[in-house]
């Protein structure tokens, strides 16, 4: 079954800096990869996500990349701001049909001020 | 617009006890999923469902079942609660087969279960 690990689990930066959360996934029939966002003591909610048809898609301040042959894709946030401070969570998936929905261990960005 | 509602926010048990979570949901979403969040583990899932009655197990489907007998309503079940079950529990829901602006899977806001 899909097994997805993500680094860092916990990530500072300052205000105005880059951050970048990793992950990696096993199965190759994954063509989906989300990417949640979870802040303090909400619910995880979908914040930008790639096909594997792509390489690249950008919303914003927000974008993520994905490389096939290497089974990885990351997030990555420009000039963060204090409100970017929360879990994020990677998943892998199908796009379609009966699938499991797994997500990496989480990282917890704080950016201070 | 609430569309994943579980049933109880926080919830305290004793060991022994068989406990029931419940999750509702008002999309007609096909999928559903029961997860279980610890500091340091992320959200590991316990069982998913992609129809009535259907249920998969996920990663950590012991000590735990589900019930799936409507498609808005995904139960999960603790048959004798135990002490490491102690834990945040979400549920979310997703379509099978989604347009491309509805991708992604909801989730509730969390039970808070602590077993003594």
């Known amino acids: 079954g899909e097994n997805v690990e993500q680094h860092p689990s916990t990530l500072s930066v300052q205000e105005g800096d880059s951050a970048v959360i990793k992950c990696t996934y096993s199965?190759?029939?994954?063509?989906?990869f989300p990417w949640y966002k979870q802040e303090l003591g909400k619910r995880p909610q979908l914040i930008i996500d790639?096909?594997?048809?792509?390489g690249e898609k950008k919303d914003q301040r927000i974008a993520v990349t994905l490389n096939k042959t290497a089974k990885h894709f990351s997030l990555h946030i420009t000039e963060t701001q204090p409100e970017d401070s929360a879990v994020y969570f990677c998943a892998a998936t199908r796009y379609t049909g009966f699938q499991k929905l797994v997500f990496g261990t989480g990282t917890r960005l704080l950016v201070s001020p | 617009d609430v569309k994943v509602t579980q049933s109880s926010r926080y919830l305290v048990k004793r060991t022994g006890e068989k406990v029931f979570l419940e999750c509702v949901q008002d999309?007609?979403?096909?999928?559903m999923f029961w997860y279980r969040q610890d500091p340091g583990l992320g959200l590991r899932l316990i069982y998913f469902s992609y129809d009535v009655k259907m249920k998969e197990k996920g990663d950590i489907p012991e000590g735990y079942s589900v019930s799936r007998e409507k498609k808005e309503r995904f139960s999960l079940i603790l048959e004798s609660a135990s002490t490491n079950q102690t834990s945040m529990y979400l549920c979310a829901s997703s379509l099978v087969y989604p347009a491309v602006m509805n991708t992604e899977a909801f989730f509730g806001q969390g039970t808070r279960l602590t077993v003594v």
């Open positions: 199965d190759s029939a994954s063509n989906y």
């Open positions: 790639i096909r594997s048809n792509v």
């Open positions: 999309m007609d979403h096909e999928n």
